[in-house]
């Protein structure tokens, strides 16, 4: 299980930190916005592919903005949302080129005015309308969600929910040999590029090609172990035809 905590840094830090490391505890596979690498997009892309990578999102939410995107890293047509925001709307499906995918897991924790009052945010009075209207759209929307007045009281919240968490099944796998590990070197940049493939596009496959001979398979193979903790099988497949592959 891969979850993704979303959160105002400025008011829910200590929360997200101590949430990460008791869901981390319990054998998820925590992502915050902190553990992002640099790829070369812009945060909001970041966000994109993150989220669309993980099985389950949860979102802290409070009476703070927090940080949006600069106007021009803003896709044409949307109104102006903080990265926590669009965090929850990437989780729901939406996507940047307008296109709409399956909807994650989304846990919703709302912090109480006592809980608010003290941890409370300095901030544009825009800004502060801007999380009003979003905190009223939640609202409005029916899903379901759970209010905390304390730290220890959220913790107890998720690491209920937490019990939820789906158990891997054996992970079948045929790969035809075994990983050579630290032995296998100088393919670094091809191993990146290929992550970055599938963080960029999860469900597209990949095609490596060149002569025989030249490592392909050994490459994907590598690539195989070393991601493996992200997939359900690992599996290799030998076919000159295509009635042979079927």
């Not at 915050?32 to 979102?59: N, S």
């Not at 032995?183 to 970055?196: D, H, P």
Request: glycine share 8%; hydrophobic share 40%; charged share 20%.
């Amino acid at each position: 299980m891969k979850i993704f905590l979303s959160a105002v840094s400025n008011q829910f830090k200590a929360c997200r930190d101590a949430l990460a490391s008791d869901l981390r505890a319990v054998g998820a596979e925590v992502v915050v916005q902190e553990d992002f690498q640099q790829h070369g997009r812009t945060l909001l892309e970041k966000l994109e592919q993150y989220i669309a990578a993980c099985d389950r999102v949860i979102a802290l939410v409070g009476d703070a903005y927090g940080w949006e995107p600069d106007e021009a890293a803003r896709p044409a047509g949307f109104p102006r949302r903080s990265y926590s925001q669009w965090e929850v709307y990437f989780a729901e499906g939406e996507r940047l080129d307008g296109s709409r995918q399956p909807a994650k897991e989304l846990y919703l924790y709302f912090a109480s005015p006592e809980f608010i009052a003290a941890h409370a945010v300095q901030q544009a009075d825009d800004a502060a309308a801007l999380q009003q209207a979003f905190l009223a759209e939640l609202h409005g929307s029916g899903k379901d969600w759970n209010p905390f007045s304390s730290l220890d009281q959220l913790r107890a919240l998720v690491l209920r929910d937490g019990f939820r968490l789906q158990q891997r099944g054996p992970q079948p796998r045929n790969l035809p040999y075994a990983s050579l590990g630290s032995l296998f070197k100088g393919r670094e940049q091809v191993l990146a590029e290929i992550t970055q493939h599938f963080e960029h596009a999860s469900h597209q496959p990949l095609v490596i090609h060149g002569l025989g001979g030249m490592g392909k398979s050994r490459l994907a193979i590598e690539y195989a172990f070393r991601h493996q903790n992200e997939h359900g099988a690992l599996l290799s497949v030998t076919a000159d035809t295509p009635a042979a592959l079927q």
